[in-house]
Each structure stands twice: as C-alpha cells, then as structure tokens.
Nanobody, 115 residues
Framework: QVHLVESGGGLVQAGGSLRLSCAAS????????MGWYRQAPGKQREWVAR???????NYSDAVTGRFTISRDNAKNTVYLQMNSLKPEDTAVYYC?????????WGQGTQVTVSS
C-alpha cells in the first residue's frame, strides 16, 4: 500500500510560480515511477509530468519548459515546480504511482491561476 499526500496548491496570478509536494509513505519513491496529473472543471484528468525510478523525466506538451518534476529520496517526496503559470493551468493536481498492480492517487491539491 502506498499513501500519497499532496500540498502546496493555492491562488496565484498569471506568470507566477507554485511548487507542489507529494509526500509518500508505504514505499520508497526511489523504486517507483511517480507522476503528476491534473483535472480542470468539466474536463477529464490529464497527465502532466512523470519521473521514472531511474530519474528520467517526461512532460506533456502543455507544460514543457514551464514545469519541472523532481524528487527528494531522503524526504520520500516528489515535487512539481510550476513556473510561468497560465489561467489554463487551473485544476486539481494529483500525485500518482503504480505498484504491485495497483494505481495509487493522492487526494489532490487545488491550483487556481487568475488572469
């Protein structure tokens, strides 16, 4: 069982920055691929960024060049640094991992970007 808890969301003006955190328990994140997803009102959940257990990263086209995923193995925490935020980045952001045939999600953290 993996437990994920997101934090760091909030209200920010367009062009601003936020850093989201995802604290994991139940497994060491260094052995896991970790991902960030988001869901805007009325839209399907979409993938944002991913870090493999080996540390390689991938980003959706919508956030490439603006968002950075990273991790601190000592804190067992994954981060999403979000810069140059746009109103269209407004969504609930979720942390995700997959282990032992199970998908694990956090409760989400709200990010609102005002224009």
């Amino acid at each position: 069982q993996v437990h994920l808890v997101e934090s760091g969301g909030g209200l920010v003006q367009a062009g601003g920055s936020l850093r989201l955190s995802c604290a994991a328990s139940g497994s060491a994140i260094s052995f896991l691929a970790m991902g960030w997803y988001r869901q805007a009102p009325g839209k399907q959940r979409e993938w944002v960024a991913r870090m493999s257990s080996g540390g390689s990263t991938n980003y959706s086209d919508a956030v490439t060049g603006r968002f950075t995923i990273s991790r601190d193995n000592a804190k067992n925490t994954v981060y999403l640094q979000m810069n140059s935020l746009k109103p269209e980045d407004t969504a609930v952001y979720y942390c995700n991992t997959f282990r032992g045939g199970n998908d694990y999600w956090g409760q989400g953290t709200q990010v609102t970007v005002s224009s």
